[in-house]
């Protein structure tokens, strides 16, 4: 079975432009859920969709958004780039009822 | 509100010597708790997970973790280490939200270089 896949890998965008990353869930994993992982803040909770609704969401600003479709794929969305939101974007997916969650391998944002 | 805390930033040991990877957390009910590997430039791989039974809790790689609910740990343990094992180490507890869904609170991590 194929494990959390996310595109781009790597890209850099200007600060004040806004990026789009995407991420396929493992097959029957309903949940997705996105974390931001920098030096000084280390692994932060985004937000987290199951059923294409966002049910839950971490402490960041509204220019972090997200979706998810009826597929279960996701995306997630920073808009008015800033160059603090340089970092490794890791989406995540787990089983409906379950507790495992697992974790793609990860966008790399530099904003220049 | 759920913490953990990986009280060592870098450990180095040489390569077949054991390891342990230290780990405490702060959580209000049963905690899901769990240990994740990241390679440089990679994403987070799960090595092992408890929830409930057995404290002693296997994982892949030849890792091993141990719940001890009194001392509120979860430390990461590796009989021998080998020179691939030189990673970050992440310990994370997980929380079931009001809303439904599990949400990861992580540790700083603990850099592991092995010397050969």
């Known amino acids: 079975k194929a494990g959390v896949t996310q595109t781009p890998r790597y890209l850099i965008k200007t600060r004040g432009q806004q990026v789009t990353l995407s991420c396929s869930p493992i097959s029957g994993h309903r949940s997705v859920s996105w974390y931001q992982q920098t030096p000084g803040q280390g692994l932060q909770f985004l937000f987290e969709y199951f059923s294409e609704t966002q049910r839950n969401k971490g402490n960041f600003p509204g220019r972090f958004s997200g979706r998810q479709f009826s597929n279960s794929r996701s995306e997630m969305n920073v808009s008015t780039l800033e160059l603090g939101d340089s970092a490794l974007y890791l989406c995540a997916s787990s089983p409906e009822g379950g507790n495992t969650i697992y974790f793609g391998e990860g966008s790399w944002l530099t904003v220049v | 509100a759920q913490s953990v805390t990986q009280p060592d930033i870098h450990i180095t040991v040489s390569e077949g010597a054991s390891l342990e990877l230290r780990c405490n957390y702060s959580?209000?009910?049963?905690?899901?708790l769990f240990w994740y590997v990241q390679s440089p430039g990679q994403g987070l791989q799960l090595l092992l997970k408890y929830f409930s039974g057995d404290t002693l809790v296997q994982g892949i790689k030849g890792f091993e973790a141990e719940f001890k609910r009194s001392q509120s740990s979860f430390n990461l343990r590796k009989p021998s280490v080998h020179w691939s094992d030189a990673a970050e180490y992440f310990c994370a507890v997980g929380a079931e939200l009001t809303g439904g869904g599990n949400k990861l609170t992580f540790g700083t991590g603990t850099q592991l270089k092995v010397e050969l």
């Open positions: 959580y209000g009910a049963t905690p899901y």
